[in-house]
């Protein structure tokens, strides 16, 4: 459950939520992955909409993103700009997690 509540702290902040923790504070984070958006809507009239989506984007691409980073790795460390542009040279994959702003000031080149 502590995972959980500081998930929904970090979420809140980030986004500049209302305070909803108290809403969730008995649920774990298995019970809150089970949940629909009806239900977050339910316990978070103001915010549940948007807690529900972080989570979901989380829940879609979290599993598939770590995956494919520790295959990609062999367990080596790697730089953040080394995963991100993996991600970004993916859109089809990853398009929800991620997107270029302005593709042409970008580079996909190493620093």
Do not use: V
């Not at 529900?52 to 062999?74: Q, R, T």
Request: aromatic residues 10%; proline residues 5%.
């Amino acid at each position: 459950m502590e995972d959980a509540n500081k998930w929904l702290l970090w979420t809140e902040h980030l986004y500049r939520l209302p305070h909803a923790g108290r809403a969730f504070q008995e649920l774990s984070g298995k019970d809150l992955c089970a949940m629909s958006e009806e239900a977050f809507r339910q316990r978070s009239p103001q915010c549940g909409d948007t807690l529900h989506a972080h989570l979901d984007i989380w829940k879609s691409g979290g599993e598939e993103l770590w995956s494919e980073a520790d295959s990609s790795c062999s367990g080596q460390p790697i730089h953040l700009w080394q995963f991100l542009r993996e991600l970004l040279l993916k859109p089809h994959n990853y398009g929800r997690c991620i997107r270029w702003l302005n593709k042409e000031k970008g580079r996909t080149d190493p620093p």
